[in-house]
């Protein structure tokens, strides 16, 4: 099941740049970070945003649409997370700054 991570009220934001770094993974295992629509919380994708190693720290450098629904228990439009392979991993996902319209 995806995580749904903190997005933004303003629909004008087009995408956020963030560093995505994993750390202490039990097992091998990818991370997808995409746009999280609180209508259909099960659709992740098929891409990862970066792919890890047991026991290994890895970060990336993400971009992320933010998705098209209002969740309106936040009144955001959210970026997900989802973390597919084995084991756990702890993820730290900074966020640098976003592109928007106008």
């Known amino acids: 099941m995806p995580t749904d991570l903190t997005g933004t009220s303003d629909a004008s934001e087009t995408a956020a740049v963030d560093n995505a770094t994993i750390v202490e993974p039990t097992g091998n295992g990818y991370l997808s970070v995409f746009p999280f629509n609180p209508g259909d919380p099960a659709a992740v994708?098929?891409?990862s945003s970066l792919n890890y190693l047991t026991g290994q720290t890895v970060a990336s450098l993400v971009l992320a649409a933010p998705g098209t629904a209002l969740n309106t228990?936040?009144?955001?439009y959210d970026i997900g997370a989802y973390l597919g392979g084995k084991g756990t991993a702890?993820?730290?996902?900074d966020e640098f700054g976003y592109f928007a319209n106008g």
């Open 45 to 47: 994708p098929t891409t």
């Open 90 to 93: 702890q993820l730290v996902l």
């Open 73 to 76: 228990k936040t009144g955001t």
